[in-house]
């Protein structure tokens, strides 16, 4: 079975410092790995996924995501936060043969402080 | 392209009561899952259908949740009788190709 640990449940940041959120997961089998951005009383927006090829991956929004297997990991970056990137972010995984749910991990609160 | 749509968006009830809520997928999506999201946690699967058939339900509890997708599009899920500890956020998901799903709103639920 997969898995995904969020390291960290809150992340405080100034506005147009950088910023990563760190996402690790667990898996026997290859995997897709996905992030999601949930505003508050909104569902969830995806804002990049990794499936194959290039482990550096581009997002909307500025964000970026490099996929390390040998590290298990894919952490989320942006250079420059603003205040709207305020919200929760959620790593995902999916096992990458067939039409398989997400297991997400438990999220990262990105506050951005003017 | 319209979204996934959900209703109600709030909903209270007292425990033992009964509560449906509805799905709208995006137009010719043939997946579609429901999600569960309880406060401060990640969203976690209870059912996944393909077309109007059930992938995978074995995370739903069996005893108190139901859940159908009539003619493969639209989907209800329910709760009877709800407890308190199924107040949480019901996220519905709809897929095209396997790896991307698009999410609706949600619907909050609170069990008093």
């Known amino acids: 079975a997969q898995s995904v640990t969020q390291l960290d449940s809150q992340v405080p940041v100034f506005e147009e410092a950088p910023v990563e959120l760190r996402c690790n997961y667990s898996?026997?089998?290859?995997?897709?790995l996905f992030w999601y951005v949930q505003y508050p009383n909104q569902g969830l927006q995806l804002l990049l996924k990794?499936?194959?090829?290039?482990?550096l991956v581009k997002g909307i929004n500025g964000f970026e995501a490099e996929f390390n297997k040998s590290q298990t990991s894919f952490h989320l970056r942006k250079p420059s936060v603003h205040i709207s990137d305020t919200a929760e972010y959620f790593c995902?995984?999916?096992?990458?043969?067939?039409?398989?749910?997400?297991?997400f991990g438990k999220g990262t609160r990105l506050s951005v402080i003017a | 392209e319209a979204g996934v749509a959900q209703s109600p968006r709030y909903k209270i009830i007292e425990k033992r009561q009964s509560v449906a809520f509805w799905c709208n997928p995006i137009?010719?999506?043939?997946?579609l899952y429901w999600y569960q999201q309880i406060l401060g946690q990640g969203p976690k699967l209870l059912i996944q259908?393909?077309?109007?058939?059930?992938?995978?339900d074995s995370q739903l509890p069996k005893d108190r949740f139901s859940a159908e997708r009539l003619k493969g599009v639209d989907s209800t899920l329910k709760i009877q009788p709800a407890k308190l500890e199924d107040s949480a956020v019901y996220l519905c998901?709809?897929?095209?190709?396997?790896?991307?799903?698009?999410f609706g709103p949600g619907t909050r639920l609170t069990v008093l």
């Open positions: 259908f393909q077309n109007n058939g059930v992938v995978d």
């Open positions: 998901a709809s897929s095209l190709v396997f790896y991307t799903q698009y």
């Open positions: 995902a995984v999916s096992v990458n043969s067939g039409n398989t749910p997400l297991v």
């Open positions: 990794y499936l194959s090829g290039s482990t």
């Open positions: 898996s026997s089998v290859s995997v897709y």
């Open positions: 137009s010719g999506h043939a997946t």
